[in-house]
């Protein structure tokens, strides 16, 4: 394994005019080779019997900092996986401070006869990078090292303009649950001014994009109990209230005719997105064919006056994820229910807060709940709060910058659905987020054959490179 | 045995004078015996393991009809348990002939520590006849034996006034499974003028009721499919069809708001009822609040400008009988479901078809069906036509007659809300039908303590005793 290992260059060898690109084409075979090796770690975080490879994979991320230089590399345990914290502090004592998140761990790789090589056996085929993790995430933390290096390459620097911390932790693909723990027992060590997310993805590889918005959450069972028995609908049937039906009319008043979600008071927070992000959003190569093949859908559907990626994106949502009440097997049973039931899930947008939302629909429920029927509702933990980065937050410009050399072009916006980690660095470390990520919407995460092009991640590299600087310039 | 058989007092030997409730009084102890006898033959038709029992119930009763006189009786075989037949024909060829249906098949006993006295061990307590059968529906068939020995003796025929065949089958508590084939089977010698149901109930003990009608029914299972495949509420959520909301949007349209079945045609057959049978059902002595109770119901619910009473027996109804979609198990699962089903049941009243029925209702569900999923209706077997006797039926004036000399007071009407084999002998014979049924709301029949007075199966056989004569002298 030694052998496969990273030998970077001294920056006191190098000629300070060599640019960040030049030094990333160079390294790139051995850094390659450096990620194909961890690669083949199967650190499934999902799998109990493979928490030993999470922990080789943790070991081996540990060591592949320290060969990059970091002065402070530490295994923080956690009661599940490990995660791997470093820091380089800046020379400038005043210099911004940054935190880069990722995760070790990846996901299962069934189904195995779906991959076209071993999923833990990576290879190169037609430039891209084909294994579990190799998109998600491992590639696009180890982009980082390699930025990183071509960074104090280019610049001459023994240390980056700006103090980079880095958490990568071990359990994302099994729903983090330790990592919130574990930043608020940290949260003076990864103290930082901004967080760059590595766990996303490119709009297309030739429209370099950033992620500004991740929806939240909050989610419930509603119950509603009409009484303790069912009841044989041709003795009772007509004259007494039947919940399944009543439960079916609360469900038909959350959203309006136009699609809107209808519960009294659950827009009052929103931020709509504003003309720059829209222009941004509307700018955005799109192919709504696609997109409903891709959702297995013949039309689209949903809130008028936003189009599908605004709908997804930057507007709230309440979905019913599911519901059962009385006979639900085969054949007739001719009862009223005595009791329905519903799960219910709202996708919050800022800067809507889950407490507001969570009281706004027990208001609509209660109130929407028949006569002779008790409504209960019972929500899911505490709920995820939405995640925006404004345009005009310099780091996030700082990034668009440096993604733009990189690129050669400029870079639009695009946000995600749905959230997992990032809103707790958000809610913990309260710093913005920014998200230097270069998995593509083929690159097949959580899937077999899962992919990145190797040019996605040295672009990545290189926009790593270029974000110290320029994040460090507009301090 | 044959020690406790009846030996009815032949018909010459009793005094052509002597009236119908003489003889009943005298002769009452005896049948009681009888009746008791029978009550201990557990004839459950559910139970596999009793199915000899069952026919021995069907001997028993096939013996007791011989004894009472019938020239013809029959053991009627069908592909599951026995029916028994019996006919005795009017010396005039030009009398009417009804048909007397009931069945001598009984429901489980469990809970057995529940009772107070042993279910197949019949005992009279406080005057009430107590056992598996009693009420439902050994008493009720037995009572026609002393009603019409009652009847010859009181009027000193040899035969009875109109010509009286009996239909008792032996598979009822199990849903009749062979009834409708051996029915057709058996139509012309079951051609009659009129059906005597003897199965049903009576408002109070002192207020003597028959029934006019019975409820029908269709049931399906609908299938609203938006894809093949849930979907993440966080990538997709907001912009496509969710078909948990839209078939709760659907079924949510099913009523309006004043409890009206919204289904376009649904109403188009319907036979409001007259404003004498309004009357009289507003003329029965009724308690809310005990219905309420009985119904586990905080409040009435159902259609506008309709009494409870009404809401359950004149009106049809559209009812959810249960649901699901999506996630139903613990916890949150932030999916858009790919599909949701519902079983649905409509009760129908005169003169509701169930195939227009269920035209109505499929042409409401495709047109309430959202744009991007496929709705499928699933029928249940070929539903139930409503029974509906009109108030000016003869057989049925006939019948109000007897009874008010029974219990010296007006006879008035009821409905029931749901139906069985009625509506079968309703459609092969095409004979109407009328209800000369005793049990009572007490009765518990399908529970531990099955009772019913043995008064009540005494006024039942003298009803039927002057029924033979009210029924010939009308003809």
Known sequence: ??????????????????????????????????????????????????????????????????????????????????????????????????????????????????????????????????????????GQVAMHLLGLRAHLAATGRSAPAATVKVLVEGEEESGSPHFVDLLRAQRERLRCDVVVVSDTGLWRAD?????????????????????????????????VLNPATALARMLATLHDESGHVAVPGFYDSVLEPGEEERAMTAALPYDEAQWLADAHSTVPAGEAGWSTLERVWVRPTAEVNGYWAGHTGAGTKTIIPREAHAKLSFRLVAAQEPDQVRAAVEAWAHAAAPAGATVTLTWEGDGVRPCATPLGTPALQALHRAMARAWGTDVLVTREGGSGPEADLQDVLEAPLVYLGVSLPDSREHAPNENVPVEMLLKGAESAAYFWSELAAQA
Chains 1, 2 share one sequence.
């Open 207 to 239: 429209v370099p994009s950033t992620v500004i918005g991740l929806r939240g959450l909050v989610s419930c069972q509603l119950d509603l109990v009409a009484r303790d028995v069912d009841l044989h609908s041709g003795s009772f049937g007509g004259a």
């Open 1 to 138: 394994m030694e052998g496969r290992r990273q030998h970077w260059p001294s920056v006191g060898r190098v000629d300070e005019a060599q640019d960040v690109r030049t030094f990333i084409d160079s390294n790139a075979d051995q850094w390659l080779a450096g990620l194909q090796e961890w690669l083949r770690i199967p650190s499934q975080s999902g799998d109990p019997a493979l928490a030993g490879e999470v922990r080789r994979s943790a070991e081996w991320l540990a060591t592949a900092l320290r060969e990059a230089g970091f002065p402070t590399v530490e295994v923080w345990e956690t009661p599940g996986l490990p995660a791997v914290y470093a820091e380089w502090p800046a020379d400038d004592a005043g210099a911004p401070v940054a935190l880069v998140y990722g995760h070790h761990d990846v996901q299962p790789v069934e189904p195995l006869e779906q991959w076209t090589a071993p999923p833990y056996d990576p290879v190169v085929v037609d430039g891209r990078l084909l294994g579990r993790g190799a998109a998600d995430d491992k």
